[in-house]
T-cell receptor, first 115, second 106 residues
Framework: DTEVTQTPKHLVMGMTNKKSLKCEQH?????MYWYKQKAKKPPELMFV???????INESVPSRFSPECPNSSLLNLHLHALQPEDSALYLC??????????????FGPGTRLTVT | GQQVMQIPQYQHVQEGEDFTTYCNSS?????IQWYKQRPGGHPVFLIQ?????EVKKQKRLTFQFGEAKKNSSLHITATQTTDVGTYFC??????FGTGTRLTVIP
């Protein structure tokens, strides 16, 4: 199973809402990532978890709160977002972080619209 | 994060023509990865290069890492409509280049 799943596929939320994005993998990978991708732009790194610990936070605003409850699951909690946060949110996983095998497997993404 | 620029930004080719995209950095890179993202899809890993001057081939795709490890290229021979998409290079598998969007005209 080389699949990374993400739920929901689409999400529309108001600026005062609280919502969560979920990502799951069952490949035994110990590194998981959140990226944000705006239309016609490259994926932009947000967070990296390695062995369930936060390794990288790319100066992401605190209205985005990541959580890694176990080695298979990664959540992104959203609160008080702005319309400019509307984007495709991609989750990815890899065997390890900064190991010899760099291949990342991406999920299909959650398309978020903030109204 | 490290910044890598890709050129060209867009490329339209006739089916059967060759295509090349270039990834350039002002600093020496320890590694580089290439990904393909189909329209409406997610990035899919193609290859990783780590050695100076390294060349790797996957069927019609040829990947090169420059001798100075500051640039890389992806060359597709005889493009097909299935090659349509955006090709990204990435550094440390974290920082993506600006991407080259390939359109193949049948």
């Amino acid at each position: 199973d080389t699949e990374v799943t993400q739920t929901p596929k689409h999400l529309v939320m108001g600026m005062t809402n609280k919502k969560s994005l979920k990502c799951e993998q069952h490949m035994g990978h110990r590194a998981m990532y959140w990226y944000k991708q705006k239309a016609k732009k490259p994926p932009e790194l947000m967070f990296v978890y390695s062995y369930e610990k936060l390794s990288i936070n790319e100066s992401v605003p605190s209205r985005f709160s990541p959580e890694c409850p176990n080695s298979s699951l990664l959540n992104l909690h959203l609160h008080a977002l702005q319309p400019e946060d509307s984007a495709l949110y991609l989750c990815a996983s890899s065997q390890v972080f900064r190991g010899e095998t760099y291949e990342q497997y991406f999920g299909p993404g959650t398309r978020l619209t903030v109204t | 994060g490290q910044q890598v620029m890709q050129i060209p930004q867009y490329q339209h080719v006739q089916e059967g023509e060759d295509f090349t995209t270039y990834c350039n950095s002002s600093t020496t890179l320890s590694n580089i990865q290439w990904y393909k993202q189909r329209p409406g899809g997610h990035p899919v890993f193609l290859i990783q290069l780590v050695k100076s001057g390294e060349v790797k081939k996957q069927k019609r795709l040829t990947f090169q890492f420059g001798e100075a490890k500051k640039n890389s290229s992806l060359h597709i021979t005889a493009t097909q409509t299935t090659d349509v998409g955006t090709y990204f290079c990435a550094v440390d598998n974290l920082f993506f280049g600006t991407g080259t969007r390939l359109t193949v005209i049948p």
